[in-house]
Nanobody, 127 residues
Framework: QVQLQESGPGLVKPSQTLSLTCTVS??????????WSWIRQPPGKGLEWIGA???????YYSPSLKSRTSISRDTSKNQFTLRLSSVTPEDTAVYYC???????????????????WGQGTQVTVSS
């Protein structure tokens, strides 16, 4: 059984960089043909797709966040990482990592496209 767990600071100051790591167990992040994704949910709003990294290391980003988003991976640790720069209070959300089968083809989050999810971690942007 695949398990994902998010980790990182719960509080980030405006203008700083948000950094979260997803640790995967029970399966390899290099396994064909899975895509390892970041999704967030601001308070009172729906799920927003941020981006993903593929089983071969290709990256994909939401156009609205691309300029300040970077996703990377460490295959030796079976981890992938989200970095979101220049954060503002509008970036406050619960952040999830999740596994998707097949390449992302839309920015709309269809929950059934993701077979495993982390529990989510609250990140607050505040001074």
């Amino acid at each position: 059984q695949v398990q994902l767990q998010e980790s990182g600071p719960g509080l980030v100051k405006p203008s700083q960089t948000l950094s979260l790591t997803c640790t995967v167990s029970g399966g390899s992040i290099t396994t064909n043909y899975y895509y390892w994704s970041w999704i967030r949910q601001p308070p009172g709003k729906g799920l927003e797709w941020i981006g993903a990294i593929s089983y071969i290391g290709s990256t994909y980003y939401s156009p609205s966040l691309k300029s300040r988003t970077s996703i990377s991976r460490d295959t030796s640790k079976n981890q992938f990482t989200l970095r979101l720069s220049s954060v503002t209070p509008e970036d406050t959300a619960v952040y999830y990592c999740a596994r998707r089968r097949g390449a992302p083809d839309t920015t709309v989050v269809v929950t059934t496209d993701y077979d495993y999810w982390g529990q989510g971690t609250q990140v607050t942007v505040s001074s």
